[in-house]
């Protein structure tokens, strides 16, 4: 079935540090969103993205995150700075369209670690 | 307050048995429904996915599941389970009012015996 890629898979980086976390949705997907899911608790929305935009976002989602898709290129999360409670896996997804019909696709995420 | 609950973290059963892995929800109206699997090192796949109509839905690889309104449950069900079935599995709920965010339980990790 259709895949999502994200890189790299771990990251370990210092408290304060810039990070980006990447994301290869599937080809012919317009919709992307990223969820985080701390160690032991469940996974949680963060933030869905279209055309550009940010089209929702949770209260998860601080001012020091931001997202962006460059071109076609990767799905990016970008945490600036980083703090420990960033520590989480980020998970990334995709769809083809937007609403009821709807599938989302995951990554098999990446596991951040703030030290 | 809304959530979406699985009780059983942790779940084995042997190879050929059959299987239930519970899910409650609490949420306002009626909510559309889905299972994920995740397998060692690979992203969530969806199984299955209920909107509102046939409460019991069938899904990939002999999968089902049945959504009861009345006890705000979508139970998974597999008649008899394979060893390649050992993966972690997650219940999720979106909204009639933002169908673009899903509500993820903790997930249930099921392990195989042989």
């Known amino acids: 079935g259709p895949k999502v890629l994200q890189i790299p898979s771990h990251q370990i980086i210092d408290m304060g540090q810039m990070v980006t976390l990447n994301c290869d949705p599937v080809s012919n997907h317009l919709y992307f969103y990223w969820y985080k899911q701390i160690l032991g608790q469940q996974m949680e929305f963060l933030v869905n993205?279209?055309?550009?935009?940010?089209?929702?976002k949770s209260k998860l989602f601080k001012d020091q995150f931001s997202v962006e898709r460059p071109d076609g290129s990767y799905f990016t999360l970008k945490i600036q700075p980083t703090a420990l409670e960033d520590s989480a896996v980020y998970f990334c997804a995709s769809s083809m369209d937007w609403g009821d019909q709807d599938t989302q696709y995951f990554g098999p995420g990446t596991r951040l670690l703030v030290l | 307050a809304q959530s979406v609950t699985q009780p059983d973290a942790r779940v084995t059963v042997s190879e050929g048995a059959s299987l239930q892995l519970r899910c409650k929800y609490s949420?306002?109206?009626?909510?559309?429904l889905f299972w994920y699997v995740q397998y060692p090192r690979q992203g969530l796949q969806l199984l299955l996915k209920?909107?509102?109509?046939?409460?019991v839905v069938q899904g990939v690889n002999g999968f089902e599941a049945e959504f009861s309104k009345s006890n705000s449950s979508f139970h998974l069900r597999k008649a008899s389970v394979h060893w390649s079935d050992w993966a972690v599995y997650f219940c999720a709920v979106s909204l009639m009012s933002n169908y673009n965010v899903l509500y993820f339980g903790s997930g249930t990790k099921l392990t195989v015996e042989p």
């Open positions: 949420y306002f109206g009626t909510p559309y």
């Open positions: 209920y909107y509102p109509g046939d409460p």
């Open positions: 993205f279209y055309n550009g935009k940010v089209m929702e």
